[in-house]
């Protein structure tokens, strides 16, 4: 079998989901996982693709932030380590210390963050806030239909050029046991999913009726 080549970049996925990364991981990539620290909540929209597109950018944002701090605390540090060796000054060397090394590598660093709602009826599903809210999401879409909204924003960590772009996919579904609805909840991993909604987890899929995706990505036109 050929061995998979190494792609002339590195990827960061802003994202702990497990689905993500294995979709990643699938696609052959090596990646490194870090996470944005945003009150989602604090960002609303009343498009779902408005919405979705605002999170994943903002996930991208404070996710920037942390790399240029991180990186200055490391370059902070070797100056003061500097210091004692070299005839300068603190001051000298903190003027030359550049805002995030990580654009002056020689291969460009693709940052992925993403984000997902659920729309049903009409109304915005985030993430359940408790298992009966959970409960009661799975089922409203029990013998109905569901249709999950998710973005993508790419970033060059390098360039600081941008891209992202969303797509809906309509879910319509076989009547889902009761039984099927508890194990969901007790298992606890649907109050970490948008709507309490994970069509790929094994109990799911037997009741999953129909998906109906989007042709291709829908650009948003953002270019940093």
Excluded: C
């Amino acid at each position: 079998m050929e061995a998979k080549k190494t792609p002339p970049f590195k990827v960061i996925l802003g994202s702990a989901s497990i689905a993500r990364k294995t979709i990643l991981a699938e696609m052959g990539y090596q990646f490194t996982v870090m996470t944005a620290d945003i009150d989602e909540k604090a960002i609303r929209k009343e498009k779902p693709e408005e919405l979705v597109m605002a999170l994943a950018e903002a996930k991208a944002d404070a996710i920037v932030a942390k790399l240029q701090s991180i990186n200055n605390l490391e370059k902070i540090a070797e100056a003061e380590t500097s210091v004692l060796v070299a005839a300068d000054t603190a001051e000298a060397i903190l003027e030359r210390l550049p805002i995030g090394d990580y654009a002056q590598r020689a291969e460009p660093t693709l940052l992925i963050t993403t984000d997902q709602v659920v729309v049903y009826d009409g109304a915005i599903r985030e993430k359940p806030s408790n298992e009966e809210e959970a409960r009661q999401f799975m089922k409203d879409y029990s013998g109905g239909h569901a249709a999950t909204v998710g973005s993508v924003v790419v970033t060059n960590l390098k360039t600081g050029l941008r891209k992202g772009g969303w797509d809906r996919v309509e879910i319509h579904f076989h009547e889902i046991p009761d039984e099927v609805i508890e194990k969901l909840v007790e298992e606890g991993i649907v109050l970490k999913a948008a709507g309490g909604l994970i069509i790929e987890h094994p109990l799911i899929v037997p009741f999953v009726k129909q998906v109906v995706s989007s042709p291709t990505l829908i650009s948003d036109g953002i270019d940093g």
